[in-house]
């Protein structure tokens, strides 16, 4: 399934209930980071190896919020008449310039912290 045709599925999901009233930009920002707070919520507190554990054992609750956060952005995205693919090919060629491999890789240094 290409990216279009998810986008596709996701809007007639939401028309066939009449939600898009409800998906202004501002309501769909604050879903998404609800969304990505649920998913952060799976972690909390646990140590990087209990971390590890759940990734690799428990995927249905870190599917379900992980496909939250995606249908989230995606909705934001077309409310916000954004291209997702046009807007992370053009982020990665930002990042690109300010994260040159030969400083940062292996780095995690924020790109004003590179020498």
Not at 2 to 17: A, M, P, S
Not at 57 to 84: K, Q
């Amino acid at each position: 399934m290409t990216l279009d045709e998810l986008r596709q599925r996701i809007r007639t999901f939401r028309d066939e209930r009449d939600w898009d009233q409800f998906h202004t930009p501002k309501n769909l920002a604050a879903g998404l980071s609800i969304e990505a707070a649920e998913l952060q919520e799976l972690m909390l507190w646990k140590t990087d190896g209990e971390v590890s554990e759940l990734l690799s054992t428990h995927h249905g609750p870190l599917s379900d919020e992980i496909a939250d956060v995606l249908i989230f952005a995606l909705l934001f995205c077309e409310a916000a008449r954004v291209d997702p693919e046009a807007a992370v090919l053009k982020k990665l060629e930002k990042n690109a310039e300010k994260y040159p491999v030969e400083k940062s890789k292996g780095n995690a240094a924020k790109y004003t912290e590179l020498d």
